[in-house]
C-alpha cells in the first residue's frame, strides 16, 4: 500500500506553511500525526501532491493552563494528553478520553488538532471539545479567527475551517462539575460503536448543568442541548436519564455500517449516555 | 514520480544519509535499504504493531510513518536491543517465559516493552497489558507475554538497584 507521489515540505514557522498553503492551494494539505491521513493516502483515497508536515512548528505545541483557561497546542498528542499532570486533576474527562482512544503507538502520533480538524465522524475529540464549550484557534491568510467547537462540524470531513487555514490550538474553560466519557468499541482500538462525553454540575441533590455530547452516531458530532437540560433541575434519577436518552435520541442519526444496524447503534447509544451520566453524577 | 530526497536517520546509532521518495515507508527504508528486517510487516495499516520501532523517545508504527517525517530522528529497531550472545533483559525473559511461538509478533513486541518499561519502569499487570495493546499476537494468548515483561521489568530494576 504505497500512496501517490507527492512532495514533502517542513516548514519551520507558521508563517511558512500558511505561504506553501497559498502557493499550492488545492494540491497541499498539512499533516500532523498522520494517523487519519497517511492512511487514506495508502488507500488513495486522498491524493495530496504537496503535504506540509507541521511537526517542526514549536508554536503549535504545548498544554497550558492559565488560571480557569486551558489550552492545547495543535501539535499536543493523545500521549501527551494522557501523561499530562496538571490535565489530569483540572480537567480528567480528556485523560478519560484519550485513553480510549486507539492504542499507544498510534496515541504517540496522533495529535488534538488533527482529531479536531480531520473532521471523521469517528473521532472522539470533536464530542468530546463540544461537551466542553471549546473554542478551536485557526489562522489563515487574513490573520486568526476562533471557531466554536458546537459550530464547526458541517458534514462528514466538512468543517468550517478555510482550506487556506491552520488549526493552531483548542482553548475551554476548566470544567467544573463531575465528567465522564463512555464509549463502546468492538475491541481496543477501533472507532466507537457510540460514545459520550458528558458534564454535570450538582448542588445539594440537583442538577445545575449538564452538558452531553454523542461521538459516531451521526455525519457530525452531536452536541445534544435537550439532553442536557433534561438532566438540569432533577437528581438525575433513572427517570431525568430516560428523559435525557429519550432527547439524545432525537437528536442523533446514526447509519447502519460493520459496527451494526441503526436499532442496535440507538439501543448502544443509550445504554452508553445512561452509563456516562451516573458515572459523572457519582463524580459531580 | 517526485523527486527523492536526502534524508538523515540515526537507526541504533548509527547515522545514515539516504535518497528517499518522501512517500516511501519508515518500514521499507528500515527493511529494503538498511537491511533492518526485524520490524516485521504484519497489516501495513497501522493496527498489528509488528512493524514498532523507537522513534525519538515514543512507540511508533513504523508502516505508518513517511520516511520524509523521519528525517532527522533517531530511531531504535530489534537489532538495537540486544545480540544472540548478550540478550536485552526483555529478550532473556521472552526465552525463559515462552512469550512467543511463531515469533513474528515478537520484534514489536519487545521493542514496545522495551519503551514501556522506559516510561514505566515498574510496571501493574494491568498496566503491561494496557501498555501493550497496540501490538497482536496470533499465537501465544498473550499471557506469557505478560510474564516476560514484567520479569523483565524485575531483573532491569534490580540490576539496578545493584549498580546503585
Ligand atoms: C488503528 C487506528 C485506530 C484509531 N482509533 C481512533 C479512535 O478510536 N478514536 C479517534 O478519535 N481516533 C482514532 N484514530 C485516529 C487517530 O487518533 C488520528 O491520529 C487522529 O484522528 C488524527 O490526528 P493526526 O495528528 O494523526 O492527524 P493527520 O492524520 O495528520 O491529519 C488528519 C486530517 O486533519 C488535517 N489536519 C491535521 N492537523 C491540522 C491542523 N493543525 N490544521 C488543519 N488541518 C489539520 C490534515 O490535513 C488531515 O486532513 C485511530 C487511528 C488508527 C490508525
Ligand atoms: S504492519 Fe504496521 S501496524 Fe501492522
Ligand atoms: S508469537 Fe506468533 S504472532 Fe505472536
Not at chain 1, 511537526?55 to 495543535?74: P, V
Request: with cysteine; hydrophobic share 40%.
Amino acid at each position: 500500500m504505497i500512496p501517490a507521489a507527492f512532495a514533502y515540505h517542513r516548514p519551520g514557522d507558521l508563517p511558512a506553511a500558511l505561504a506553501l498553503l497559498q502557493q499550492y492551494g488545492d494540491e497541499a494539505r498539512v499533516i500532523a500525526g498522520g494517523h487519519s491521513l497517511i492512511p487514506m493516502m495508502k488507500l488513495r483515497m486522498a491524493e495530496v501532491p504537496h503535504l506540509i508536515d507541521l511537526q517542526a512548528i514549536e508554536s503549535l505545541r504545548g498544554i497550558r493552563i492559565e488560571g480557569r483557561q486551558i489550552t492545547l497546542g495543535a501539535m499536543v498528542t493523545q500521549q501527551d494528553l494522557i501523561a499530562h499532570q496538571g490535565l489530569g486533576q483540572s480537567a480528567p474527562i480528556l485523560r478519560e478520553a484519550a485513553i480510549q482512544i486507539a492504542d499507544p503507538q498510534v496515541r504517540a502520533m496522533g495529535t488534538v488538532g488533527g482529531n479536531v480538524a480531520n473532521g471523521d465522524p469517528g473521532n472522539d475529540m470533536p464530542g468530546l471539545m463540544q461537551c466542553l464549550g471549546a473554542i478551536f484557534h485557526v489562522t489563515g491568510p487574513e490573520g486568526p479567527r476562533t471557531l466554536p467547537a458546537r459550530g464547526f462540524y458541517e458534514s462528514a470531513y466538512m468543517t468550517a475551517r478555510a482550506e487556506s487555514e491552520i488549526l493552531t490550538a483548542v482553548s475551554f474553560e476548566v470544567p467544573t462539575g463531575g465528567q465522564a466519557y463512555e464509549k463502546q468499541k468492538r475491541k481496543i482500538g477501533d472507532y466507537a460503536t457510540a460514545a459520550a462525553a458528558v458534564i454535570v454540575r450538582r448542588e445539594g441533590t440537583t442538577c445545575t448543568a449538564a452538558s452531553i455530547a454523542m461521538t459516531n452516531l451521526s455525519d457530525v458530532p452531536v452536541w445534544s442541548e435537550a439532553a442536557g437540560a433534561a438532566l438540569v433541575g432533577t437528581p438525575c434519577d433513572d427517570a431525568a436519564t430516560r428523559n435525557a436518552i429519550a432527547a439524545m435520541l432525537a437528536d442523533i442519526d446514526p447509519a447502519g455500517d460493520n459496527r451494526g444496524p441503526v436499532e442496535f447503534k440507538r439501543h448502544t447509544a443509550g445504554i452508553i449516555l445512561a452509563r456516562a451520566i451516573a458515572r459523572a453524577w457519582s463524580r459531580a | 514520480m517526485t523527486q527523492k530526497m536526502q534524508i538523515t536517520l540515526t537507526v541504533n546509532g548509527t547515522r545514515h544519509e539516504l535518497l528517499a521518495e518522501p512517500r516511501e515507508l519508515l518500514i521499507h527504508v528500515l527493511r529494503e535499504r538498511l537491511n533492518l528486517t526485524g520490524p516485521h510487516i504484519g497489516c501495513e495499516t497501522s493496527h498489528c504493531g509488528a512493524c514498532t520501532v523507537t522513534m525519538g523517545g515514543r512507540s511508533v508504527k513504523s508502516c505508518t510513518v513517511f520516511a520524509a517525517q523521519a528525517d532527522g530522528a533517531e530511531i531504535t529497531t530489534i537489532e538495537g536491543l540486544g545480540t544472540p550472545d548478550a540478550l536485552h533483559p526483555l529478550q532473556e525473559a521472552f526465552r525463559e517465559h515462552h512469550g512467543l511461538q511463531c515469533g513474528f509478533c515478537t520484534p514489536g513486541m519487545i521493542t514496545r516493552a522495551a519503551q514501556l518499561l522506559k516510561e514505566n519502569p515498574d510496571p501493574t499487570e494491568a498496566e503491561v497489558r494496557f501498555g501493550m495493546a497496540g501490538n497482536l499476537c496470533r499465537c501465544t494468548g498473550y499471557q506469557n507475554i505478560v510474564k516476560a515483561v514484567l520479569a523483565a521489568a524485575a531483573t532491569i530494576n534490580s540490576a539496578k538497584e545493584a549498580a546503585e
